[in-house]
């Protein structure tokens, strides 16, 4: 069974960085790490692989460092690593992003499943997914927590608030995996070496069959107007006297002088 997974490299959640004019994230020279949703993705995979055969295939759509993150997912036990890099692609939202990767996935050639992280931690949208397997027309099931596959059909076990829903369907299709569905191994140390030796190829927009209206900022429906941190929260007052009769008195006071009551 031959499987792909879509992984993301973002930046370390103490070093985020904003560009003020194109309201985007800044990743350049920002120490990154592997998205956690997406290293579950990776070692879904990787125990599929086990146990029926085939390879694990990772992609990856960002800056030339993005290929830190695939020679880590290929440490892990992933067979092949490709990069969709190219400034055509910059500032790209999540329908641009998922219009690229489906892009560059066609380019591939055909996979039995596509594996995603739920969400990526820098945006929280869950919604790349999803749009890629509306680009390629194939079933998705979405907060997958288990996984079997038994000739030709899926069975998962979709994760939501109330318990677990359990999903068939048949191959291919796309899923993506809550934190819950294992423990991601590390990379080993024979893992790491053969994957610092090994060459990423690079996939750039002239390799690809693509609308450049669809790319990138220009092809962005989504318009960022600000982006700010939040005021921190100032601590509360305790109001203690000898009655509540008094507490109350001075409470609502208070209240009475900030404009609430």
Do not use: W
Not at 225 to 243: A, M, N, V, Y
């Amino acid at each position: 069974m031959d499987i792909l997974v879509c992984v993301k490299q973002v930046p370390d959640t103490t070093e985020v960085k904003i560009d003020p004019k194109t309201n985007t994230l800044i990743r350049q020279g920002v120490p990154s790490i592997v998205n956690p949703f997406d290293k579950n993705a990776v070692e879904a995979a990787l125990q599929l692989k086990e146990k029926h055969g085939g390879k694990v295939v990772v992609i990856s759509m960002g800056p030339p460092q993005a290929k830190d993150a695939l020679k880590e997912c290929l440490a892990m036990g992933a067979d092949e690593a490709y990069l969709i890099s190219d400034r055509a692609f910059g500032g790209a939202d999540t329908l641009a992003t998922s219009y690229t990767l489906a892009a560059g996935i066609r380019k591939l050639g055909s996979f039995d499943m596509i594996i995603c992280g739920k969400q990526a931690i820098d945006g929280d949208t869950a919604q790349v997914g999803p749009e890629i397997a509306e680009y390629l027309d194939i079933p998705q099931i979405t907060y997958v927590a288990k996984v079997e596959v038994n000739e030709g059909v899926v069975r998962v076990e979709r994760e939501h608030e109330e318990g677990y829903e359990v999903i068939e369907t048949t191959l291919p299709v796309l899923l993506t995996v809550v934190k819950s569905i294992n423990e991601p191994r590390f990379p080993t140390v024979k893992g790491t070496m053969k994957a610092n030796r090994k060459e990423i190829p690079v996939i750039t927009v002239n390799d690809v069959e693509v609308d450049p209206e669809r790319l990138g900022l220009k092809g962005s429906p989504t318009q960022v107007r600000r982006i700010f941190t939040p005021p921190q929260r100032t601590q509360g007052e305790i109001i203690e006297t000898d009655s509540a009769r008094e507490s109350v008195a001075i409470l609502i006071q208070k209240l009475t002088e900030a404009k609430i009551v």
